[in-house]
């Protein structure tokens, strides 16, 4: 079904709360696991995602 909410992975649980740190995107993607090539783009995705969001909101 396209659009389903997925629960969020690891890295993605990891990547919220890392945010949550300095709420740099590009860090909290490095030190949640994801390449440091790529994580600067996977930050910047991430962050748009609505179930990341209220992760992130859950989380404070």
Same mark, same amino acid.
């Given at each position: 079904m396209a659009g389903a909410k +997925?629960?969020?992975? #690891? %890295?993605? +649980? /990891?990547?919220? %709360?890392?945010?949550?740190? #300095?709420?740099?995107a590009t860090q909290a /993607?490095?030190? /949640?696991?994801?390449?440091? +090539?790529t994580a600067g783009q996977i930050g910047y995705e991430l962050l748009k995602k609505p179930e990341i969001q209220a992760e992130i909101v859950s989380t404070q």
């Open positions: +997925r629960p969020l992975n #690891d %890295k993605q +649980r /990891a990547f919220a %709360k890392e945010y949550l740190i #300095d709420l740099n /993607a490095i030190r /949640a696991g994801y390449s440091e +090539r």
